[in-house]
């Protein structure tokens, strides 16, 4: 096998695919492409960019709206670049008005990911399980998901719609902002931060036929639900935005206090991948491999070095 140095085309016609196929997608979150590897590696269908854990990871800082559209396409496009499932990206609001949700739409696109989610809250945004949430009025944001739906390239690429509105304006009337949205063209529907197990149940009774993505967020205010009772609820697409996140702050935790207790590592190295082994799961084999394959032409002479004037390349 030869190194794959860039992402398997179509990822946005095998997200639409796994939608039209009745299977529920079980998305677990990365924070960035060794993340997305991970995932990958577990056998799992799509991979979720949070952008709770992309902003932590690449300022340290809370989901509050800080990062721009250019940081989250950009790490959205390093995740689809070594992954060959699909990828879907939380987008945020769209980083402002129609215009820019038409700029927002292209560079998520040439990123290579699947599928975006859109939200209305007003910017700057927060993490939909924080407190304080405020949301755009409902004709504006329908106006963002047309502007999404008309932008896109591709047939395939996934515009999810998300609505915070539950938070604010109660369960009914995020229902009925997915309705505006949902005829607005959006492909799938996002009603953040239910509170209960009824209201998961009933958001996806409000919308038959239609694909709705439930969020497993980590101890956030949507109490926890099996992948059976999702499934059974009619779910098609469930992410778990921070487990990854959260998982590796405590192992990066617990190594660094054991450098900290015993001045070095050597007592957890048992407990750890080996170098070897690391440097196998990140492709070190193939780029080996693509080194032999090409060190012959990358050394021979080229037009205008002598030896060959190139009408025979």
């Known amino acids: 096998m030869t190194a794959r140095l860039t992402r398997r085309p179509g990822g946005a ?23 997305a590897r991970l995932v990958e590696e577990a056998g799992f269908p799509a991979v979720y960019m949070s952008g709770f854990g992309t902003s932590a990871a690449l300022i340290g800082r809370p989901d509050v709206g800080l990062l721009t559209m250019t940081e989250m396409a950009g790490n959205a496009g390093r995740i689809a ?22 700029r927002t739409v292209g560079a998520f696109e040439a990123a290579g990911v699947a599928g975006i989610h859109i939200e209305d809250q007003v910017a700057p945004k927060k993490c939909g399980h924080m407190d ?70 009933e ?68 407990a750890l991948p080996t170098f070897g082994e690391f440097t196998d799961f990140i492709g070190l084999p193939q780029v080996r491999e693509a080194e032999q394959r090409y060190a012959a032409t990358g050394s021979a002479p080229g037009p205008g070095s002598g030896g060959t004037d190139g009408s025979d390349v």
């Open 132 to 201: 304080g949430k405020l949301v755009i009025p409902a004709q504006e944001m329908a106006a963002k998901i047309r502007a999404a739906v008309e932008a896109r390239t591709q047939p395939d690429f996934v515009i999810i719609a998300r609505t915070d509105a539950r938070a604010v304006e109660g369960l009914e009337r995020a229902l009925e902002r997915g309705r505006m949205y949902r005829e607005a063209g959006a492909d799938a529907l996002f009603i953040e931060a239910v509170v209960t197990e009824q209201e998961a149940a």
């Open 81 to 102: 670049a070594c992954v060959d499932i699909p990828v879907i990206a939380d987008a945020d609001t769209g980083y402002g008005n129609p215009l820019n949700v038409i």
């Open 13 to 35: 016609a095998r997200l639409r695919a796994l939608l039209e196929s009745g299977q529920l997608i079980v998305a677990p979150g990365a924070f960035d492409p060794l993340a």
């Open 203 to 270: 958001a996806v009774r409000a919308f038959p036929g239609v694909p709705l993505l439930f969020n497993w967020a980590e101890g956030g205010k949507t109490p926890p639900v099996s992948l059976q009772r999702l499934s059974e609820m009619g779910y098609r697409i469930v992410i778990f935005p921070i487990s990854t996140l959260l998982a590796a702050t405590a192992a990066i935790r617990w190594i660094l206090q054991e450098i900290a207790e015993a001045g070095t590592p050597a007592a957890a190295m048992n």
